[in-house]
């Protein structure tokens, strides 16, 4: 019994082999960012990793910057990153990455090779944001810029662009996850936002840039960079991106403005916004309908008109409906007629409405998108004109 007893206690033992394979948090780099550029025929990868010391609680100024970065080039990014220990002094951990920058010369020649690494390697989480660099500047050098209030740049591109997307239309998150469905779906081509350096980029990769109140430069999230399959092929611009997301069903709240009948502007605010995509093969040609449903509240009045008039209120739902769907029309006319491929995923409302004729149309969806007739119907209410019905400028001017 005895022996049996210990023959069961090493058993148990083989199985339970602990933490094999741990690392100690002082053996590893903390990756936050993320960028890839090319190099000639090669990739450039910058790495944006924290420095613990800088970032850590209680911790006196010592005229270091929060983060570090490295950047390295190789034919593959893995090679780039294992390459990456010549210079780190600790091993790249990539478990915490927020941002993941793209330069646009990688976008046009193609992401596909690139996001392979990232969707193979078991460290990777996918919750992480991707992005394109856009205008002049690269990656790398979009991650060099130091920014206030968050003190780690990467930490700070990501609840920038949360935040954005939640009450900004033109801007939309997209994770590693909902980017590969976009590249291998036959219905929809993918997007990304756009990131700019605005301002002194010098002055904006050292400390001078968080020590005022206005900073010499900052990052902005700008339009939607359109793909056909892994290729950068254009851009949105700013309301061309919002008619993007209006059809997307991306829209969660956002504001904009109206021109009043009688002259001058009133502001108002997206409070709930649903749309659907219906679709539908008649005679072998496709159509798609495009239903929204938008709910608004009065912001910010700065023109001569009476809230307290049922009418006034109907005719400013007309002018914000005829708004949403210029917004839409804009988008879909620009993607059809200048990039040529579907973002909006039109090919995929088809499918699931005709599986059938689906079949026969998908080897030349493209094509068949650039002829698809959308019809818009938008249905806007304003639900609430704040704590005041008329402005106070009315009276006012009275005087």
């Given amino acids: 019994m005895k022996h049996r007893l210990i023959l069961i206690v090493v058993l148990m033992a083989l199985v339970l082999t602990g933490c094999w394979n741990r690392r100690e948090l002082n053996d590893l780099a903390i990756a936050v960012g993320f960028g890839v550029d090319k190099a000639d025929d090669q990739y450039r990868i910058s790495v944006q990793i924290v420095d613990p010391g800088e970032v850590a609680a209680n911790k006196g100024v010592s005229g270091r910057t929060p983060v570090t970065m490295y950047h390295v080039t190789a034919p593959t990014l893995f090679e780039a990153l294992r390459k990456m220990t010549t210079v780190s002094p600790r091993k790249i951990y990539a478990s915490h990455l927020r941002i993941f920058v793209i330069g646009e ?12 690494l990232v969707t ?6 996918t919750d992480f944001y991707i992005v394109v660099a856009k205008g002049k500047h690269t990656a790398e050098e979009s991650l060099k810029i130091l920014t206030p209030i968050e003190k780690i740049p990467a930490n700070s591109l990501f609840h920038s662009l949360e935040s954005s997307a939640r009450a900004w239309a033109p801007s939309t998150t997209v994770t590693l996850d909902q980017l590969i469905v976009d590249l291998v779906s036959q219905g929809k081509h993918p997007v990304l936002t756009g990131l700019e350096i605005k301002g002194d980029y010098e002055v904006g990769q050292t400390l001078v840039n968080v020590e005022k109140i206005d900073n010499a430069a900052i990052l902005q999230y700008t339009g939607l960079a359109v793909f056909k399959k892994d290729k950068l092929v254009g851009w949105l611009n700013e309301e061309e991106s919002k008619g993007y997301n209006f059809i997307e ?11 009043c009948p009688g002259g001058g502007r009133l502001a108002v605010e997206i409070i709930r916004s649903h749309t659907k995509l ?30 307290t008039k049922i009418g006034s209120v109907n005719e400013l ?14 988008a879909v006319n620009k993607v059809q007629k200048q990039y040529k491929v579907d973002i909006f995923g039109f090919g995929e409302v088809i499918h699931r409405a005709d599986p059938t004729a689906w079949k026969s149309l998908k080897k030349d969806w493209d094509t068949h998108f650039t002829k698809l007739p959308v019809t818009y119907q938008v249905d806007v209410k304003i639900r609430r004109l704040g704590t005041v019905s008329n402005s106070f400028l009315k009276e006012m001017n009275k005087r």
């Fill in 120 to 125: 193979r390697d078991q460290e990777m989480r």
């Fill in 317 to 330: 739902e007309k002018i914000s409906e005829k708004n949403v769907r210029s917004l839409m029309e804009q």
């Fill in 105 to 116: 010369e990688v976008a046009k020649e193609g992401i596909g090779e690139v996001l392979d």
């Fill in 249 to 259: 069903d991306n829209v969660k709240s956002t504001v904009g403005h109206l021109v």
């Fill in 278 to 307: 219906k679709g539908k093969v008649e005679r072998g040609k496709p159509k798609v309908e495009v239903q929204s449903r938008v709910e608004v509240n009065v912001g910010e009045v700065a023109c001569q008109i009476d809230l």
